[in-house]
């Protein structure tokens, strides 16, 4: 196809490319926007006006250098195999065909998306979103040949995108509400996506009917809708094979289907849990599950959260050590979707695992939180230290609470024959080194550990460690 009335290059080499705020022209969505969106939408033929590109608010060339503005992306399709199913899967291309665009970054999905224009390719002409909506109708046309008609709305007037949003945070809804009726048990297949290989090689999305894509974007019956009529895709058929552990979430098809998929680098991977060989992670996911080992808790953050959580980092610190297709034990990229599945982190024990969460992801899953430990997880509203965490966990009796053995307990200084002292681990303990998500994890099995003096303290935030 050709893009030569385009001023910049289009192409896959610049899939992965980052805009970097120093380089950036102007910012749509992102974190600086609480309302911004994008929205695939089914059609009969009649209601699509084909190829046509409608742009409400200011263009990119009517906004100033270095700016931020709300943004809504509604495709409008229609073909005789076009179907509801296939919307969440149209979608979700948005991410790979606008970052096809030489210096155009597109970032997460649904509510959250992120799109930056660096200052060279504006300079080299792309100065409107008409050419982004070229270039995504002759994408969506080649790649998807099932669309026969197409329609692309940008919006950039914040009132308009206050208007839209509503609906569309429905629309996610229904779709959402219709995937829940199944069962991991009750298929035969899961499917796969490679969308977000370009940010991180070795991601594999593994999408069951209770595990959403870390995205939040794509259900079992979208990933179904996709591998059918395109099987070829980025979204593919993962049939289970032998069932290692139920309970774990471990077959013997999705162990290959990693392999092959991120060229050997993870090989076994566990659905269900946060710690023992967990889902990888790339760098869409809606929220992060992470370790407060303080408390031995899970917390959770979205990426919609402002400022610091309550071990002391933002969501952007965390997710920059979650990221890149890794499996970083104690730091999960999750879907919003996930946390309403009677599988959630299973193996970890669920919702009674859960310490902390924002108080606006609570309220949009709390119907789905078990009526024993809805009250007893803390909010940014009840705990913003890991010291008032802790009180609140032992005021309102956490199931972790009872977890809690003392590490004063279980590490004693005793003498050896020869009248040395050393430090008797008993049983297993472990311990990290280095940085969230990185460095060392040392595990120490029945050691004797020789030193002058043990100390062992706990630190809240602010505190030197010694």
């Given at each position: 196809?050709?893009?030569?009335?385009?001023?910049?290059?289009?192409?896959?080499?610049?899939?992965g490319e980052r805009v970097?705020?120093?380089?950036?022209?102007?910012?749509?969505?992102?974190?600086?926007?609480?309302?911004?969106?994008?929205?695939?939408?089914?059609?009969?033929?009649?209601?699509?006006?084909?190829?046509?590109?409608?742009?409400?608010?200011?263009?990119?060339?009517?906004?100033?250098?270095?700016?931020?503005?709300?943004?809504?992306?509604?495709?409008?399709?229609?073909?005789?195999?076009?179907?509801?199913?296939?919307?969440?899967?149209?979608?979700?291309?948005?991410?790979?065909?606008?970052?096809?665009?030489?210096?155009?970054?597109?970032?997460?999905?649904?509510?959250?998306?992120?799109?930056?224009?660096?200052?060279?390719?504006?300079?080299?002409?792309?100065?409107?979103?008409?050419?982004?909506?070229?270039?995504?109708?002759?994408?969506?046309?080649?790649?998807?040949?099932?669309?026969?008609?197409?329609?692309?709305?940008?919006?950039?007037?914040?009132?308009?995108?206050?208007?839209?949003?509503?609906?569309?945070?429905?629309?996610?809804?229904?779709?959402?509400?219709?995937?829940?009726?199944?069962?991991?048990?009750?298929?035969?297949?899961?499917?796969?996506?490679?969308?977000?290989?370009?940010?991180?090689?070795?991601?594999?999305?593994?999408?069951?009917?209770?595990?959403?894509?870390?995205?939040?974007?794509?259900?079992?019956?979208?990933?179904?809708?996709?591998?059918?009529?395109?099987?070829?895709?980025?979204?593919?058929?993962?049939?289970?094979?032998?069932?290692?552990?139920?309970?774990?979430?471990?077959?013997?098809?999705?162990?290959?289907?990693?392999?092959?998929?991120?060229?050997?680098?993870?090989?076994?991977?566990?659905?269900?849990?946060?710690?023992?060989?967990?889902?990888?992670?790339?760098?869409?996911?809606?929220?992060?599950?992470?370790?407060?080992?303080?408390?031995?808790?899970?917390?959770?953050?979205?990426?919609?959260?402002?400022?610091?959580?309550?071990?002391?980092?933002?969501?952007?610190?965390?997710?920059?050590?979650?990221?890149?297709?890794?499996?970083?034990?104690?730091?999960?990229?999750?879907?919003?979707?996930?946390?309403?599945?009677?599988?959630?982190?299973?193996?970890?024990?669920?919702?009674?695992?859960?310490?902390?969460?924002?108080?606006?992801?609570?309220?949009?899953?709390?119907?789905?939180?078990?009526?024993?430990?809805?009250?007893?997880?803390?909010t940014e509203n009840d705990?913003?230290?890991?010291?008032?965490?802790?009180?609140?966990?032992?005021?309102?009796?956490?199931?972790?609470a009872e977890r809690w053995?003392?590490?004063?307990?279980?590490?004693?200084?005793?003498?050896?024959?020869?009248?040395?002292?050393?430090?008797?681990?008993?049983?297993?303990?472990?311990?990290?080194?280095?940085?969230?998500?990185?460095?060392?994890?040392?595990?120490?099995?029945?050691?004797?550990?020789?030193?002058?003096?043990?100390?062992?303290?706990?630190?809240?935030?602010?505190?030197?460690?010694?």
């Amino acid at each position: 196809m050709s893009f030569e009335d385009i001023p910049v290059d289009i192409g896959v080499v610049y899939e992965g490319e980052r805009v970097r705020g120093k380089d950036m022209f102007v910012e749509l969505g992102g974190p600086k926007m609480e309302q911004k969106f994008e929205l695939a939408i089914a059609r009969d033929m009649s209601e699509v006006e084909d190829e046509k590109i409608e742009i409400i608010g200011p263009d990119l060339k009517d906004m100033e250098e270095g700016s931020y503005h709300p943004l809504g992306i509604v495709i409008q399709v229609a073909g005789e195999q076009i179907e509801p199913d296939l919307e969440g899967v149209i979608e979700r291309r948005l991410h790979e065909y606008v970052n096809f665009v030489e210096g155009m970054m597109h970032l997460n999905q649904r509510y959250d998306i992120w799109i930056r224009l660096n200052k060279k390719s504006f300079e080299k002409g792309f100065n409107s979103l008409e050419y982004l909506g070229k270039v995504l109708i002759r994408l969506y046309k080649s790649e998807m040949n099932i669309i026969e008609k197409i329609q692309v709305t940008f919006i950039t007037d914040p009132k308009v995108v206050g208007e839209r949003y509503d609906d569309a945070i429905t629309r996610y809804n229904q779709r959402d509400e219709r995937a829940r009726g199944l069962s991991d048990a009750e298929v035969d297949t899961f499917y796969g996506c490679s969308l977000c290989q370009s940010f991180a090689p070795t991601h594999v999305c593994t999408i069951t009917p209770q595990r959403y894509a870390n995205c939040g974007a794509i259900s079992w019956f979208d990933g179904r809708a996709a591998a059918r009529v395109d099987p070829k895709g980025p979204l593919y058929a993962i049939p289970k094979g032998d069932t290692i552990d139920e309970f774990r979430g471990e077959y013997t098809g999705v162990n290959q289907a990693y392999t092959e998929k991120s060229l050997g680098k993870v090989n076994s991977v566990a659905l269900y849990s946060a710690f023992e060989k967990p889902h990888t992670s790339c760098g869409c996911f809606e929220a992060i599950a992470f370790v407060i080992p303080e408390v031995d808790g899970l917390g959770i953050v979205h990426r919609d959260f402002k400022g610091d959580t309550v071990n002391g980092l933002p969501f952007s610190s965390m997710a920059d050590s979650t990221a890149g297709g890794r499996q970083i034990p104690g730091f999960h990229g999750i879907a919003i979707e996930y946390m309403r599945s009677p599988k959630f982190l299973q193996v970890d024990d669920g919702w009674n695992r859960i310490v902390w969460l924002p108080e606006s992801i609570k309220e949009r899953v709390l119907e789905f939180i078990p009526d024993e430990v809805r009250d007893k997880i803390s909010t940014e509203n009840d705990a913003m230290t890991i010291g008032d965490l802790k009180t609140f966990l032992k005021e309102k009796n956490h199931p972790v609470a009872e977890r809690w053995v003392d590490l004063e307990d279980e590490v004693t200084m005793v003498a050896d024959e020869a009248g040395s002292d050393y430090v008797s681990v008993p049983g297993e303990m472990t311990a990290m080194v280095g940085g969230i998500g990185g460095g060392l994890e040392i595990v120490f099995k029945n050691a004797k550990i020789y030193a002058e003096k043990v100390i062992i303290r706990k630190t809240g935030k602010g505190e030197k460690k010694k």
